[in-house]
């Protein structure tokens, strides 16, 4: 099973709303990522975690804040987002983060910042 | 250069015939390839990952490396409208961090027509 879970599916928020966006893997996998992706655009990183410890920021602004809170589950908290980060959120997850390392998707939540 | 570059599309093609997509790469280090298949609105699915030279076969799907001319291609036999979807080649690379990232091509985007 090469399942990676993210709920909601679709999120609409206003400007000052606090959210969050859930992921959940239970392939073992110690590596975990969040990316961003426009319309026609690849995804685009934003956060590592690996071994629960944040591994790597893409200067992403901190209205986006991820949490780790154990190896299965990934949070990204959203606040005071602008318009211009709707996009579809994707989790990602594989082994270790290291070598020849092959990266699960989740189906994403698709955000909406009105 | 963009360290992994692919031929944009859009591709159109009639039902049956075989698609050719196409990356480049310009950094060796980590020479293994995977290809991921995006449905409209969907997360990203692994279709396939090879790390040699030459050519992996997966049904109708065939990995093709070239790492002498740093060119990786997937061609598509018998092709099937529900083959439309975008395509994204990506590698990893590795810049020092605790862990890798993967990079994308642009991704092809292949209409397959009935």
């Known amino acids: 099973d090469t399942e990676v879970t993210q709920t909601p599916k679709h999120l609409v928020m206003g400007m000052t709303n606090k959210k969050s966006l859930k992921c959940e893997q239970h392939?073992?996998?110690?590596?975990m990522y969040w990316y961003k992706q426009k319309a026609k655009k690849p995804p685009e990183l934003m956060f590592v975690y690996s071994y629960e410890k944040l591994s790597i920021n893409e200067s992403v602004p901190s209205r986006f804040s991820p949490e780790c809170p154990n190896s299965s589950l990934l949070n990204l908290h959203l606040h005071a987002l602008q318009p211009e980060d709707s996009a579809l959120y994707l989790c990602a997850s594989s082994q270790d983060g290291q070598g020849a390392d092959i990266q699960y998707f989740g189906a994403g939540t698709r955000l909406s910042v009105l | 250069q963009k360290e992994v570059e692919q031929d944009p599309g859009p591709l159109s093609v009639p039902e049956g015939a075989i698609v050719s997509l196409n990356c480049t790469y310009s950094?060796?280090?980590?020479?293994?390839f995977m290809w991921y298949r995006q449905y409209s609105r969907k997360g990203p699915e692994l279709l396939m990952y090879?790390?040699?030279?030459g050519n992996k076969e997966d049904g109708r799907f065939t990995a093709q490396v070239d790492k002498s001319s740093k060119y990786i291609s997937l061609f598509i036999r018998d092709s099937q409208p529900s083959d439309s979807a975008t395509y994204l080649c990506a590698k990893p690379t590795f810049d020092g961090g605790a862990t890798n990232k993967l990079i994308f091509g642009t991704g092809t985007l292949l209409a397959v027509q009935p």
């Open positions: 090879t790390y040699s030279s």
């Open positions: 950094n060796s280090a980590f020479q293994y």
């Open positions: 392939m073992g996998h110690r590596a």
